[in-house]
């Protein structure tokens, strides 16, 4: 039997405040109700969508954590960092990010998902991009959510310098690779790189 609906809808709120990354189709699976009824659910309740979610649950503790750049200058929205480690960011491709001709995503907008994140994941006061070698695997399309994901590789103690790898995907399919050597200012760095 099915809960009524201000059951389902006070089950739907605790359910959301334990993992806000539940997507609307799996509360609609775990409630056994169209999605559409979860996304009436959530306006009734003033519940945000997943993105919105996300960005409010990412942006406090992201905030906090990025020392190299102001967060509002990261193209794509971190999701996840741990300086001088790794960080993840989030990049929705829409129609202004693309050529109109084919929908094809301008690979300058990767590029600077990608180079932000490497900037970014730095921890350090300031970071510059010194050099890259990077990698366009596949066209990314209208629509599509890239996935950018940082790793902090080695330290160049000598030049002042951080190599940062950086894979991004889409549905977990690779579409672009980067190794990106940052310089940083100083050499405040705390352990050791893999």
Known sequence: MRPSKKERQK???KTIEENPFI????????FSVSVQTIRLDRMELAIPELRERIKTVAVKHVED?????PINEVIGEI????????AISI????????FIRNSIARGHHLFAQANS?????????LALTAKVNIQFIRPVKTGERVVAKAKVKKQLIVQDRTIVDVQSFVDQELVFKGEF???RSSQNIEGEFE
């Open 11 to 13: 089950l739907l709120r």
């Open 23 to 30: 997507t609307d189709e799996e509360l609609a699976e775990l």
């Open 65 to 69: 954590e990025v020392k190299s750049l």
């Open 79 to 86: 999701i996840d960092i741990q300086l001088d480690q790794t």
């Open 91 to 98: 990049f929705d491709v829409k129609q202004e990010h693309v």
């Open 117 to 125: 994140l490497a900037v970014a994941v730095i921890n350090d006061e």
């Open 181 to 183: 050597e940052m310089y």
